[in-house]
């Protein structure tokens, strides 16, 4: 059932489309076009081939070790987009699991859960991400993936708690019970699929917010580490280059602005289409 209604939103929803193509071209490119371009991280020409501008040999010009731009634009988007979706996917399973006991289960459990979630949300999410980056010299891909999806439920968990104890009354609940369904199955079988309007809306919009913390960590160089390229610490690389070589940073900065243009068009019109409940 979910397939035609996805496929007509999308059909019915210019902006939708147009988020789509963005998304699939980025993802495209991050994916296919590392095996025709040279090594991100190769430094061939130290002596000539510094701050060349965009020309043929280099589409986008080369940095200040030579490194072609282009090559690491399009590997370094492999490990901003798995990096933005990972952490997406973990706080929107996090916040899912979370609201769906809380909204269920309601009185104590639901009490509990709530001031634990308000407790977290007085504390802001970039301040908890510098403290567990700070503390760590070198943080691997997956530890900043864990990082920024272990602060990122919170929002969701209200969400889909609140959804939760809207269906809780309606009748196919009702029915579950009385026909002697266990509580697991009432909440993996009856409710969660019926809170997969606002997961999708949050996880779009999830996304782009993680690729803006991802890319300011690593602006702050507490993200991704070299020689590993990402987008951020592209352009934290070219902080001192700005104005002699606006290109080294110009390119991860335009790849940084479509992607989050992108999800964020693609949320937001979802939620637009589902009623503007979720936001």
């Given at each position: 059932?979910?397939?035609?209604?996805?496929?007509?939103?999308?059909?019915?929803?210019?902006?939708?489309?147009?988020?789509?193509?963005?998304?699939?071209?980025l993802?495209a490119?991050a994916?296919?076009?590392?095996?025709?371009?040279?090594d991100?991280?190769?430094?061939?020409d130290?002596?000539?081939?510094?701050?060349?501008?965009?020309?043929?040999?280099?589409?986008?010009?080369?940095?200040h070790l030579s490194?072609?731009?282009?090559?690491?634009?399009?590997?370094?988007?492999?490990?901003?987009l798995?990096?933005?979706?990972?952490?997406?996917v973990?706080a929107v399973?996090?916040?899912?699991?979370?609201?769906?006991?809380a909204?269920?289960?309601?009185?104590r459990?639901?009490?509990?859960?709530?001031?634990?979630?308000?407790?977290?949300?007085?504390?802001?999410?970039?301040?908890?991400?510098?403290l567990?980056?700070?503390?760590?010299e070198?943080?691997?891909?997956?530890?900043?993936?864990?990082?920024?999806?272990?602060?990122?439920?919170?929002?969701?968990?209200?969400?889909?708690?609140?959804?939760?104890?809207?269906?809780?009354?309606?009748?196919?609940?009702?029915?579950?019970r009385?026909?002697?369904?266990?509580?697991?199955?009432?909440?993996?079988?009856?409710?969660a699929?019926?809170?997969?309007?606002?997961?999708?809306?949050?996880?779009?919009?999830?996304?782009?917010?993680?690729?803006?913390?991802?890319?300011g960590?690593?602006?702050?160089?507490?993200?991704?580490?070299?020689?590993?390229?990402?987008?951020?610490?592209?352009?934290?690389?070219?902080?001192?280059?700005?104005?002699?070589?606006?290109?080294?940073?110009?390119?991860?900065?335009?790849?940084i602005?479509?992607?989050v243009?992108?999800?964020?068009?693609?949320?937001?019109?979802?939620?637009?289409?589902?009623?503007?409940?979720?936001t």
């Amino acid at each position: 059932m979910g397939t035609p209604v996805t496929s007509g939103i999308v059909r019915r929803t210019p902006s939708i489309r147009v988020g789509l193509f963005l998304l699939l071209a980025l993802g495209a490119a991050a994916l296919f076009l590392p095996h025709f371009l040279p090594d991100p991280r190769a430094q061939p020409d130290l002596v000539s081939g510094v701050l060349l501008p965009p020309g043929w040999s280099h589409p986008l010009g080369t940095d200040h070790l030579s490194r072609d731009v282009l090559a690491r634009l399009v590997y370094g988007g492999r490990v901003s987009l798995a990096i933005a979706l990972g952490a997406a996917v973990l706080a929107v399973t996090l916040g899912a699991g979370v609201g769906l006991v809380a909204g269920y289960a309601g009185g104590r459990t639901d009490a509990a859960l709530m001031r634990v979630v308000d407790a977290a949300l007085a504390v802001p999410r970039l301040i908890l991400l510098l403290l567990v980056v700070a503390l760590l010299e070198r943080i691997p891909l997956w530890g900043l993936i864990l990082a920024i999806g272990a602060t990122g439920w919170l929002g969701t968990s209200r969400l889909v708690r609140a959804e939760t104890m809207r269906l809780r009354t309606l009748e196919f609940v009702r029915a579950a019970r009385a026909l002697g369904a266990s509580h697991a199955r009432i909440l993996l079988r009856h409710l969660a699929p019926n809170v997969a309007g606002p997961l999708v809306v949050a996880t779009t919009l999830a996304v782009g917010d993680v690729m803006l913390l991802e890319a300011g960590l690593s602006y702050l160089g507490l993200g991704v580490q070299a020689p590993t390229p990402s987008w951020g610490s592209m352009i934290f690389d070219a902080k001192p280059y700005l104005v002699t070589a606006p290109w080294v940073a110009v390119a991860p900065g335009t790849a940084i602005l479509l992607g989050v243009f992108a999800v964020n068009l693609v949320g937001e019109s979802l939620n637009r289409r589902f009623g503007g409940r979720w936001t």
